[in-house]
């Protein structure tokens, strides 16, 4: 007999101007890094300290290319900071289903970001860490 677990996600990335208009949306599959599985496994059967808080970034694109082998102070992606939040923006996730598959979603309360300078999103990604351009926390997942 035999079991597996896997972890995967999906973002939806919607762009509306100031008018609160849709211009565009995205959607794509991210990637559960290796440190992001770590994680999990960790807090899940050891004794690793959950993290509360989690946060959304924005990553600068075309061209993006993730890796599982991915952290926040090493990764062959550079995050755009032209927004005008202070830090990065919280992510607030409901509570994991029990469905098969088991679903976390923050569709509730959706991540929005107030762009102010000129560039392209490429991707996105999930941390632990708040600070924009910040190389500390654990990354999860990126796209």
Known sequence: MEERAKATGHYVLEC???????????????LVVNVGLQYMAGTSLTSTTQITSWYLGLITG????????????????????????????????TAATNANPSVVTNSSSVASFSINATGTVGGAFLTSGSAKSGTTGTLFSAA
Not at 63 to 91: C, I, K, L, P, Q
């Open 16 to 30: 509306h101007d100031a008018g609160g208009n849709l211009k565009w949306v995205a959607e794509t599959d991210n």
């Open 62 to 93: 075309p061209g993006v290319t993730t890796s599982a082998t991915d952290t926040m102070a090493s990764h062959g992606w550079t995050e755009f900071t032209g927004y005008s939040n202070s830090t990065r923006v919280a992510a607030s996730f």
